[in-house]
């Protein structure tokens, strides 16, 4: 058996049901979005209720949602008909998930949802089904087979599913106007949390470990400075302590083998002027940014006056888990 061969065809089978699913989108979704936006205003909340495997792929939807500002909780369809409806407050929307639509469980308690002035949308692949039909909107999720050989394991349909609940997510998001900033509020913890909460000046090296110096200080002296801050970086500096240049140890190479009197040069001859360099204030993914664009190893860091008050060396943010 060729696995390979079997991997790909697996994801060909799941794209072409993405297609497929991507050409059934109609004014439905445009109404989904827009009664979301609605629900959320009026600090309703977005239920998703699902069995089986569309159960699984609901609580993946809801916690997308929920990162991106919109406000969701999961229902368990059997438990809810036990007390648990008690989560459902009048004006939320309810995103029921079932590919049939004839999912016992759901249909069940459709009733008791009903009772309450809520709106119900079906992500569903049977738009003539039990649920489509007691359903407001009916968001279509038909794929033409599954990837399953016997065309039953839930596969490219659970797919089609995860894509609309993530349609309707990023959809809602812009039409909010969440922003990077509102994203990193509720990504406090983690990688993504360092990266968009951090600011360069908590991560740069500063004090005795930023190499700084005069424009007229020779190479010489210069090196003995980098030496002592253990750095490959120094930020040169006028007489007012602005920033003016950069120098290098890969700057002090390339010199050295066409200047046998390099080492007596004041650094303002052999200076790299007008170097890269970012606010002490400005996002550590800001830097992150700065380092991926531009293939720099050492970023100078400046403060308002633009005097260089700190570095950010690439082979710290292995150590900070930045990247």
Same mark, same amino acid.
């Given at each position: 058996?060729?696995?390979?061969?079997?991997?790909?065809?697996?994801?060909?089978?799941?794209?072409?049901?993405?297609?497929?699913?991507?050409?059934?989108?109609?004014?439905?979704?445009?109404?989904?979005?827009?009664?979301?936006?609605?629900?959320?205003?009026?600090?309703?909340?977005?239920?998703?209720?699902?069995?089986?495997? =569309?159960?699984?792929?609901?609580?993946?939807? =809801?916690?997308?949602?929920?990162?991106?500002?919109?406000? +969701?909780?999961?229902?368990?369809?059997?438990?809810?008909?036990?007390?648990?409806?008690?989560?459902?407050?009048?004006?939320?929307?309810?995103?029921?998930? =079932?590919?049939?639509?004839?999912?016992?469980?759901? @249909?069940?308690?459709?009733?008791?949802? $009903?009772?309450?002035?809520?709106?119900?949308?079906?992500?569903?692949?049977?738009? $003539? =089904?039990?649920?489509?039909?007691? +359903?407001?909107?009916?968001?279509?999720?038909?794929?033409?087979?599954?990837?399953?050989?016997? %065309?039953?394991?839930?596969?490219?349909?659970?797919?089609?599913?995860?894509?609309?609940?993530?349609?309707?997510?990023?959809?809602?998001?812009?039409?909010?106007?969440?922003? /990077?900033?509102?994203?990193?509020?509720?990504?406090?913890?983690?990688?993504?949390? /360092?990266?968009?909460?951090?600011?360069?000046?908590?991560?740069? /090296? +500063?004090?005795?470990?930023?190499?700084?110096?005069?424009?007229?200080?020779?190479?010489?002296?210069?090196?003995?400075?980098?030496?002592?801050?253990?750095?490959?970086? @120094?930020?040169?500096?006028?007489? /007012?302590?602005?920033?003016?240049?950069?120098?290098?140890?890969?700057?002090?190479?390339?010199?050295?083998?066409?200047?046998?009197?390099?080492?007596?040069?004041?650094?303002?001859?052999?200076?790299?002027?007008?170097?890269?360099?970012?606010?002490?204030?400005?996002?550590?993914?800001?830097?992150?940014?700065?380092?991926?664009?531009?293939?720099?190893?050492?970023?100078?860091?400046? %403060?308002?006056?633009?005097?260089?008050?700190?570095?950010?060396?690439?082979?710290?943010?292995? $150590? @900070?888990?930045?990247?």
């Amino acid at each position: 058996m060729n696995h390979l061969a079997q991997a790909r065809k697996v994801f060909d089978l799941e794209l072409a049901a993405l297609q497929a699913v991507r050409a059934q989108l109609d004014e439905a979704f445009t109404k989904a979005v827009e009664l979301i936006l609605a629900t959320l205003r009026a600090h309703g909340k977005i239920i998703v209720v699902g069995i089986g495997k =569309s159960g699984h792929i609901g609580h993946k939807i =809801s916690a997308t949602l929920t990162s991106t500002g919109s406000t +969701s909780v999961v229902l368990n369809s059997v438990d809810a008909l036990h007390g648990d409806l008690g989560i459902v407050n009048d004006g939320d929307v309810v995103l029921a998930l =079932s590919y049939s639509g004839e999912s016992e469980e759901l @249909l069940n308690l459709l009733p008791a949802l $009903k009772r309450f002035p809520v709106k119900i949308i079906a992500l569903t692949g049977a738009p $003539k =089904s039990a649920l489509a039909r007691h +359903s407001d909107l009916v968001l279509k999720t038909r794929v033409p087979t599954e990837a399953c050989p016997f %065309n039953l394991a839930p596969t490219a349909s659970t797919t089609a599913m995860l894509v609309m609940g993530d349609a309707l997510a990023i959809a809602v998001l812009q039409a909010r106007g969440f922003k /990077r900033q509102d994203f990193a509020r509720f990504h406090p913890g983690g990688a993504i949390g /360092r990266t968009m909460l951090l600011r360069v000046g908590s991560i740069m /090296r +500063s004090g005795p470990r930023n190499a700084v110096a005069g424009e007229n200080l020779t190479v010489k002296d210069a090196l003995l400075i980098m030496t002592r801050a253990r750095s490959g970086c @120094l930020s040169v500096v006028n007489a /007012r302590g602005r920033l003016t240049g950069v120098f290098t140890d890969g700057d002090f190479r390339r010199h050295m083998t066409a200047d046998a009197g390099l080492l007596a040069r004041p650094l303002r001859s052999v200076m790299t002027r007008r170097p890269i360099c970012i606010r002490e204030d400005a996002l550590a993914v800001e830097a992150l940014k700065v380092f991926h664009e531009r293939n720099i190893d050492d970023l100078i860091v400046v %403060n308002a006056r633009r005097e260089p008050v700190g570095l950010v060396d690439s082979q710290d943010l292995p $150590k @900070l888990k930045l990247m």
